[in-house]
């Protein structure tokens, strides 16, 4: 199985400043192929599913605000939220689709 | 808009069978694959397995010799069975839908708790 390790395991940052999550497989998450990373960031709410904010390391689903980046290729990624929101306030998730079963780390508490 | 209903037993007793569905509305179980994920109270996210709609499975090896999955293509459903359930199976259950064999969950259930207790 890939391990996905995540950091910190929680976070304050002061609202309208920058947050950084990271997050490390075990193996790459690359696909030759097409260049793409199966790499995926989540967003969860207390008493919410997570809702899928970036995938592809990169890409941000319709919808989310622009404040959310997705970085990193290979075994090394970053998610950053900047200008920080109250509503930004979760615990997110980074998961690996490369290959099954698919894994998420172990999650990273954002609070302001 | 695509939405999820997990349904089933709220309570099941050790050592016996868990058994979860998942109604989809606004859009067809066709086309897609669908995931269950379960997350324990108060920890992370667990990856359980996929089933492509035509029935083609995936399960994590952790729990590959307990749980089956299908998919009644009628009923817009999917099903999640696992058996011989223990304390340590307590958790939320999601489905969530997977656009293609190598995509993110980019629709969920609102999950469904499932306490196992005597």
């Known amino acids: 199985d890939i391990v996905m390790t995540q950091s910190p395991y929680s976070l304050a940052v002061s609202l309208g400043e920058t947050a950084t999550i990271n997050c490390k497989s075990s193996q790459s998450l690359l696909y030759n192929s097409n260049n793409l990373n199966y790499l995926a960031w989540y967003q969860q709410k207390p008493g919410q599913p997570p809702k899928l904010i970036i995938y592809?390391?990169?890409t941000r689903e319709s919808g989310v605000p622009d404040r959310f980046s997705g970085s990193g290729s290979g075994a090394d990624f970053t998610l950053t939220i900047s200008s920080l929101q109250t509503e930004d306030v979760a615990i997110y998730y980074c998961q690996q689709y490369y290959s099954t079963p698919h894994t998420f780390g172990q999650g990273t508490k954002l609070e302001i | 808009q695509v939405q999820l209903q997990e349904s089933g037993p709220g309570l099941v007793k050790p050592s016996e069978t868990l058994s979860l569905t998942c109604s989809v509305s606004g859009g067809s179980v066709r086309s897609y694959y669908w995931s269950w994920i379960r997350q324990p109270p108060g920890k992370g996210l667990e990856w359980i397995g996929s089933i492509y709609y035509i029935g083609m499975t995936d399960y994590n090896p952790s729990l590959k010799s307990r749980v089956t999955m299908s998919v009644d293509t009628s009923r817009n459903q999917i099903s999640l069975i696992l058996t011989s359930v223990t304390a340590a199976d307590t958790a939320v259950y999601y489905c969530?839908?997977?656009?293609?064999?190598?995509?993110?969950?980019?629709?969920w259930g609102q999950g469904t708790l499932v306490t196992v207790s005597p």
């Open positions: 969530a839908r997977v656009v293609g064999a190598a995509h993110p969950l980019d629709y």
């Open positions: 592809r390391a990169s």
